[in-house]
């Protein structure tokens, strides 16, 4: 899959993102404990239906300027934007933040969906579905720069990101899973055994498609941060 394929797939990708029934975004305004401050449930639907509007018309102008842009591949070139020294890390931001920006050793709170590129976009894990006893979603939280165990391409992701913001990130093999222990695993058995059967697939590996097998596409909301 060469680079011009990536980046027409991870764009197209909006249509499937904005309209997926368990997608839900909710309010960087969070406390401590990475959790959502307590409102009534008209309002908490109210809040999030008028942001999943908003957010489905942002995504889908960017959709349409996909298909305008994948016949253009000066335009396509300018849909996902390389991070600077992140080893092949690209971004495209569907929400700007307004909050602060994380530096490491910072506490961070994620949400995320987990897609593989080399199935066609199969969505592999998602925070929305981690859900507490109350039936909200569990952020994925980790430290800054400090834990060898998450992905170095959710770092550089994250890294530039502001509180808030949503970003998707194309993250190259070399930035993603190098091993079965690091983070974020998915929870499910079978999810987890089919996306590293597919990442570390000896005989495709042989064959030379190491460049492409670990693909991922990660769809992050920056939901908080914490000074340690």
Same mark, same amino acid.
């Given at each position: 899959?060469?680079?011009?394929?990536?980046?027409?797939?991870?764009?197209?990708?909006?249509?499937?993102?904005?309209?997926?029934?368990?997608?839900? *975004?909710?309010?960087?305004?969070?406390?401590?404990? =990475?959790?959502?401050? #307590?409102?009534?449930?008209?309002?908490?639907?109210?809040?999030?239906?008028?942001?999943?509007?908003?957010?489905?018309?942002?995504?889908? +102008? %960017?959709?349409?300027? =996909?298909?305008?842009?994948?016949?253009? #591949?000066?335009?396509? $070139?300018?849909?996902?934007?390389?991070?600077?020294?992140?080893?092949?890390?690209?971004?495209?931001? %569907?929400?700007?933040? !307004?909050?602060?920006?994380?530096? @490491?050793?910072?506490?961070?709170? +994620?949400? &995320? &969906?987990?897609?593989?590129?080399?199935?066609?976009?199969?969505?592999?894990?998602?925070?929305?579905?981690?859900? @507490?006893?109350?039936?909200?979603?569990?952020? *994925?939280?980790?430290?800054?720069?400090?834990? $060898?165990?998450?992905?170095?391409?959710?770092?550089?992701?994250?890294?530039?990101?502001?509180?808030?913001?949503?970003?998707?990130?194309?993250?190259?093999?070399?930035?993603? &899973?190098?091993? !079965?222990?690091?983070?974020?695993?998915?929870?499910?058995?079978?999810?987890?055994?089919?996306? =590293? !059967?597919? +990442? =570390?697939?000896? !005989?495709? %590996?042989?064959?030379?498609?190491?460049?492409? /097998?670990?693909? /991922?596409?990660?769809?992050?909301?920056?939901?908080?941060?914490?000074?340690?």
């Amino acid at each position: 899959m060469d680079n011009t394929m990536i980046q027409c797939f991870a764009s197209a990708q909006s249509l499937h993102t904005c309209y997926h029934p368990t997608l839900h *975004f909710h309010s960087p305004k969070i406390s401590a404990k =990475f959790s959502s401050s #307590s409102s009534s449930s008209s309002s908490f639907l109210s809040t999030n239906a008028t942001r999943r509007r908003a957010l489905s018309s942002s995504i889908g +102008i %960017l959709s349409l300027s =996909f298909y305008e842009s994948c016949s253009k #591949s000066a335009v396509a $070139a300018t849909e996902l934007l390389e991070l600077p020294n992140s080893g092949g890390v690209k971004v495209l931001d %569907l929400r700007s933040g !307004t909050g602060p920006v994380p530096v @490491d050793g910072d506490q961070v709170a +994620i949400h &995320y &969906y987990g897609r593989l590129a080399a199935k066609q976009g199969w969505r592999f894990d998602s925070t929305y579905d981690h859900k @507490d006893q109350t039936g909200e979603p569990i952020p *994925f939280v980790f430290v800054l720069g400090s834990s $060898a165990n998450v992905i170095p391409g959710i770092e550089t992701a994250v890294r530039s990101m502001k509180v808030g913001g949503i970003r998707r990130a194309v993250i190259p093999p070399s930035q993603g &899973y190098q091993n !079965t222990s690091q983070q974020p695993i998915p929870p499910n058995f079978f999810d987890r055994q089919r996306l =590293f !059967t597919t +990442i =570390f697939n000896p !005989t495709r %590996l042989a064959n030379g498609e190491g460049s492409t /097998l670990g693909t /991922l596409i990660f769809d992050i909301e920056l939901v908080s941060l914490r000074h340690q």
